[in-house]
Structure formats: structure tokens, C-alpha cells
């Protein structure tokens, strides 16, 4: 059982948000998993900045373009979070990136590296689970979690991505990109239920959440629930704020502000 799995575990962790590194810099990035982590994330999803983000809707590939103007790199997302774990910070971060700059930086030096700056896990969102064998034996390992993904159309699949499954399960709620969405499919949380049965580890369930009605509803389904286009967005609606040292102090309160909404019971 890893640390991550151990976290989700506990009834009052279960807000899981996503942001972009580097947007809108990778300074007010760190100010940012700071807010995230004292308002109680039971994790944090860092994405990395990729030119073809193809499971991420409008919002996030936005964020992902202003990092990339703003030159983030991986190497650079990782010694974030270096610096992050030198500073105490003990929230879980998880790394989220696609397969090719995975595949660029190598897979058993990404695991090793990511680690070793202080993350507790991987996504890689287009890596399919047929093809995700040696990275999860790197995984297994080094003991770091890459933690799979289930789609609604996994079906007779699900017993088998989950059978292996370290940190926690994360559970796509419907099926194309990201995005923040008025409505869910009728049953998804049947999808939810079986995943959830059949999950040695926790689960999470993402995409489209976006309002503290739909966190509410998804909890009775799932450990947790993961927040990404809804808290990038208001990121980008508070961007010159949050550039403007005179302003920032004020942004972040709106976040704050935001983060409780979503969390708000």
C-alpha cells in the first residue's frame, strides 16, 4: 500500500484538483499547490505542458499553449517539484503528461526522476493499458504508482486494469475530453459502483466536474474526485491578477474562495 493509497483512504480527503504548471508561471503555479494544499487537496494533479493534449478540452489546452509560450518543460515541472518536497510540502502530486515527452525523457528515468523530485504518482492519459506494461514494471519497481484510467466503455475491461492498480483508480465520468459539463450520463454511477467493487485501491472519478452539486453527488461513487477544467479556468479568469504583485494576494483569495465552493458540503 503506498502513501497515496493511504490518503484516499481517510473519509475527509477526497478533493483531488488538477492545474497546469506554468500557467500562469511556474512561481504563481507553486503559490498556487501552496493554497491547494492548505485548503486540503487529498492530492494534487500537476499537468505537464504537451503541443497535442488530445484527452483535454478547450480550457486546459489553452493552459497548456501559455505554459508552453511561457517555455515550461518537464525537466521543469519536475524540479517544481524538488523544490516543493525541500520545502516540507507534503501534499501528493501527481505527475500528468502524455506518453510522448514520457517516452523523450525515457520511461525508467522518468519514474526514477519523478520520484526522486517528490511525486507520488503518474497518469498518462493516452498510454492505453495493453500498452503500459513496462511502465508499470518500472513502476512496480520503484514503487510509484502509475495509476490507470477506466472509461465508461472499458466494460469487461475493468477487472483487468484494476487488478494491478497502485495509488487509486482514476474513473473517466463520460466519454471525449475535458471539459466542464451540465450533464452526466444516467449510468454513470452504476460505472462508478463496478469500479469501485472491483478496485483493490481507491478510486476517482473525473471529467466534466465542475460544481460542488456534482462533487457531491460523484462522493457517494468514489474516494475521490478530481476538479481540473473548472479550477483552470477560474486560474485563467484571475491570470492578471495573479501576475500582478500588487493584485496576486487578492487572486489567490478568489481561488480560495472558489476551492470551498466546490468543496462546500
Known amino acids: 500500500m503506498t502513501a497515496l ?18 500557467d500562469p508561471s511556474l512561481e504563481v503555479t507553486k503559490r498556487i499547490l501552496r493554497l491547494l494544499h492548505e ?12 503541443s497535442d493534449p488530445m484527452a483535454d478540452g478547450p480550457v486546459i489546452q489553452a493552459a497548456s499553449e501559455r505554459a ?3 517555455g515550461v518543460t518537464l525537466k521543469d515541472v519536475l524540479r517544481l517539484g524538488e523544490e516543493l518536497h525541500a520545502e516540507g510540502f507534503h501534499t501528493p502530486l501527481i505527475l500528468f ?20 523530485s517528490g511525486f507520488a504518482g503518474l ?4 498510454l492505453p493499458h495493453e500498452e ?7 513502476g512496480n519497481r520503484c514503487a510509484f504508482p502509475i495509476i490507470p484510467l477506466v472509461t465508461p466503455t472499458s466494460k469487461e475491461r475493468i477487472e483487468q486494469i484494476v487488478a494491478e492498480a497502485e495509488g487509486f483508480v482514476y474513473c473517466v465520468s463520460s466519454l471525449g475530453t475535458t471539459g466542464m ?13 463496478t469500479v ?7 478510486t476517482a472519478v473525473g471529467f466534466g466536474i465542475s460544481t460542488g452539486a456534482h462533487v457531491r453527488r460523484f462522493r457517494r461513487h468514489a474516494d475521490a474526485v478530481v476538479v481540473g477544467s473548472a479550477l483552470v479556468g477560474k486560474i485563467e479568469e484571475c491570470r492578471s491578477d495573479l501576475l500582478d504583485p500588487n493584485r496576486i494576494d487578492h487572486a489567490l483569495a478568489s481561488l480560495t474562495r472558489f476551492v470551498r465552493q466546490l468543496k462546500s458540503e
Request: aromatic share 10%; glycine share 4%.
Open 39 to 50: 485548503e486540503g487537496a487529498a492530492a494534487i494533479e500537476l499537468g505537464v505542458p504537451f
Open 68 to 70: 508552453l509560450e511561457n
Open 181 to 193: 459539463r451540465q450533464y452526466f450520463a444516467d449510468d454513470v454511477e452504476a460505472f462508478l459502483d
Open 5 to 22: 493509497d493511504v490518503r484516499l483512504r481517510q473519509a475527509e480527503q477526497y478533493f483531488i484538483p488538477f492545474i497546469m504548471a506554468g
Open 123 to 126: 497518469i498518462v492519459p493516452d
Open 97 to 116: 503528461t502524455y506518453f510522448n515527452p514520457v517516452l523523450h525523457h525515457g520511461l525508467e528515468a522518468l519514474v526514477e526522476d519523478a520520484k526522486a
Open 132 to 138: 503500459s506494461a513496462p511502465l508499470r514494471r518500472i
Open 196 to 202: 469501485r467493487a472491483a478496485s483493490p485501491v481507491p
